[in-house]
């Protein structure tokens, strides 16, 4: 398993929705450059909830059917548009892209050495109606998840 995958499976490890079913449904937006990895993680189990990840086309994405977003390319235009129509729904987000973060994306993946880390947008994760354990911080300052 890739490094990055770990790491997001990590961050959706230690994230608990307001009402969560048996599936833990991650979508993958854009173009991905980690995100093969992440659709053969399909099928994991993650605390203890089936993970189905699939790839959704940005123009026909309804996020209503995610309960998380993994973004590659998407333009901050765009990010806006879709943001503001999920506002206040439980919606985990995580980017490839650092830009997205200072525009509302909770998670954003960036190089710490040789390793994955990520960058954490905590006004973010407040509004967001999730809970996310204070353990994703210990996380973020580290290159690899546990």
């Given at each position: 398993?890739?490094?990055?995958?770990?790491?997001v499976?990590?961050?959706?490890?230690?994230?608990?929705?307001?009402?969560?079913?048996?599936?833990?449904?991650?979508?993958?937006?854009g173009?991905?450059?980690?995100g093969?990895?992440?659709?053969?993680?399909?099928?994991?189990?993650?605390?203890?909830?089936?993970?189905?990840?699939?790839?959704v086309?940005?123009?026909q994405?309804?996020?209503?059917?995610?309960?998380?977003?993994?973004?590659g390319?998407?333009?901050?235009?765009?990010?806006?548009?879709?943001?503001?129509?999920?506002?206040?729904?439980?919606?985990?987000?995580?980017?490839?892209?650092?830009?997205?973060?200072?525009?509302?994306?909770?998670?954003?993946?960036?190089?710490?050495?040789?390793?994955?880390g990520?960058?954490?947008?905590?006004?973010?994760?407040?509004?967001?109606?999730?809970?996310?354990?204070?353990?994703?911080?210990?996380?973020?300052?580290?290159?690899?998840?546990p």
């Amino acid at each position: 398993m890739q490094a990055v995958t770990r790491t997001v499976i990590g961050i959706l490890g230690y994230t608990r929705w307001p009402h969560e079913s048996e599936e833990l449904r991650l979508c993958a937006v854009g173009a991905t450059e980690y995100g093969a990895g992440l659709l053969q993680s399909s099928g994991l189990a993650v605390a203890g909830r089936r993970l189905s990840v699939k790839q959704v086309d940005s123009a026909q994405l309804k996020a209503s059917e995610c309960d998380g977003l993994y973004v590659g390319d998407m333009g901050e235009q765009q990010w806006r548009k879709l943001m503001q129509q999920e506002s206040g729904r439980p919606l985990l987000t995580i980017s490839e892209r650092s830009a997205l973060c200072r525009i509302g994306a909770m998670f954003c993946l960036s190089r710490q050495g040789e390793g994955p880390g990520f960058e954490v947008n905590l006004d973010s994760i407040a509004r967001s109606g999730l809970r996310i354990s204070p353990k994703i911080l210990q996380l973020a300052r580290s290159k690899a998840v546990p």
